[in-house]
């Protein structure tokens, strides 16, 4: 029996040795180390993503020991984003400054690495500190612009909605002691968006009003109405589209113009609204000339290289302004003839439009309104234009 004991214990002693030095191979002989494996990757969107911000990378499997490098696919300096932090759900980086554009993202760990999927877009974007900008100028006035982080060779773009598609003004400036200097662009006006530019890169910086007075030319024209202190406000053409055309065909106005208003800044809609109509109307297999509606809107004056079509058919109470802006001229005839001129005003369910005429005719300060019949009377039409 004693014997039986005896072997038993040297048969558990041998399979404990067996199974211990198992063990201690399957320690030593871990195969070959694997790069870090990171999964459901989802880059922050390249509005969010700004130069010297920090940034989330939604994913699983990301480390605070991580190195995350970034290699540009638009010619732009490559960087490796320091790690702020990381947690289960993804990694936190800072973009540097000189960052900008499209990035391939690279996680290395324990010197392997993992090439990710998913590119990372960097805005073309910068900040300026403390910006401080005037709210409004003068065209062609000398300006400084106040803040920290300007650069030799930063440039000053001008933009409004109301310039003609495609048309802006850049300003060189100068470093100056607190930010930059320059001088507005001459043809500026109204109501400017002001970015910073730098390369690919851009700085928002606000807007800058820049108002103008009635009489001045500029904008295609001649500005003969303002509002907001300058700011906004109506331009005329120097001439007439037409001198003799009737309103539109005899189709009682309504519902082809219905809609329109006699207000002021209404007279884009109006011509817009008079433009469809009529279309629907010939949609419908009927025949007619050229509106005047439609000849102020295809009207087109290029002035100093830059083309300006964006006019229209003035509304009752903006084409008031006009004759109320002429009345104050020494010479009223060489802008504003003395004839009859449409307006997009009419009176509903008739086939009626409101125009200006003189009691005589011929004469240049009696001035009177009245309803004409659209397909009868032949008149002018002066196009105008707003900002």
């Known amino acids: 029996?004693?014997?039986?004991?005896?072997?038993?214990?040297?048969?558990f002693t041998l399979l404990l040795i067996t199974t211990s030095c198992k063990e201690d191979e399957a320690t030593i002989l871990t195969g070959d180390a694997i790069s870090p494996v990171i999964k459901y990757v989802s880059m922050p969107s390249q509005s969010s993503t700004i130069p010297g911000r920090n940034v989330y990378i939604n994913g699983i499997g990301f480390?605070?020991?991580?190195?995350?490098?970034?290699?540009?696919?638009?010619?732009?300096?490559?960087?490796?984003?320091?790690?702020?932090?990381?947690d289960n759900y993804g990694i936190k980086i800072f973009v540097p400054e000189i960052a900008g554009g499209e990035y391939e993202v690279s996680v290395t760990r324990n010197n392997?690495?993992?090439?990710?999927?998913?590119?990372?877009?960097?805005?073309f974007v910068f900040t300026i500190d403390n910006l401080s900008v005037p709210a409004s100028a003068e065209s062609g006035e000398d300006l400084v612009i106040t803040g920290e982080g300007f650069m030799n060779g930063d440039q000053v773009l001008f933009e409004s909605d109301y310039y003609p598609q495609g048309i802006s003004y850049v300003a060189?400036?100068?470093?100056?002691?607190?930010?930059?200097?320059?001088?507005?662009?001459?043809g500026c006006y109204g109501m400017n968006n002001i970015t910073l530019l730098r390369g690919k890169k851009t700085c928002n910086m606000g807007t800058i009003n820049i108002p103008v007075n009635v009489g001045d030319q500029i904008?295609?024209?001649v500005v003969f109405y303002t509002s907001d202190n300058g700011v906004h406000g109506l331009i005329a053409a120097q001439e007439n589209v037409v001198n003799e055309q009737v309103f539109g065909p005899s189709i009682q106005v309504d519902p082809y113009a219905s809609g329109v208003s006699e207000d002021i800044f209404t007279g884009k809609n109006?011509?817009?609204?008079?433009?469809?109509?009529?279309?629907?109307?010939?949609?419908?297999?009927?025949?007619?000339?050229?509106?005047?509606?439609e000849l102020c809107g295809q009207y087109?004056?290029?002035i100093n290289g830059i083309i300006y079509n964006d006019w229209f058919l003035g509304s009752l109470n903006e084409m008031t302004e006009l004759f109320n802006y002429r009345a104050t001229l020494a010479n009223a005839y060489e802008f504003v003839p003395a004839q009859n001129y449409w307006t997009s005003s009419v009176i509903p369910g008739s086939n009626w439009a409101w125009a200006y005429h003189y009691v005589n005719f011929w004469e240049s300060e009696t001035l009177i309104t009245g309803a004409a019949p659209c397909d009868v009377w032949a008149i002018a039409a002066r196009p105008i234009r707003q900002f």
Do not use: Q, Y
């Open 270 to 293: 109006n011509t817009d609204i008079l433009i469809d109509g009529i279309a629907l109307w010939r949609a419908a297999g009927n025949s007619a000339e050229p509106t005047v509606a």
């Open 112 to 123: 392997l690495t993992t090439v990710l999927g998913e590119h990372l877009f960097v805005a």
């Open 63 to 86: 480390s605070s020991e991580d190195s995350i490098s970034c290699r540009s696919l638009e010619e732009e300096a490559d960087f490796t984003a320091p790690v702020m932090s990381a």
């Open 172 to 186: 060189e400036t100068d470093m100056a002691t607190d930010g930059v200097s320059f001088t507005v662009p001459d």
């Open 300 to 302: 087109s004056v290029e």
């Open 219 to 221: 904008g295609g024209g």
């Open 1 to 11: 029996m004693k014997r039986i004991s005896n072997l038993i214990f040297i048969f």
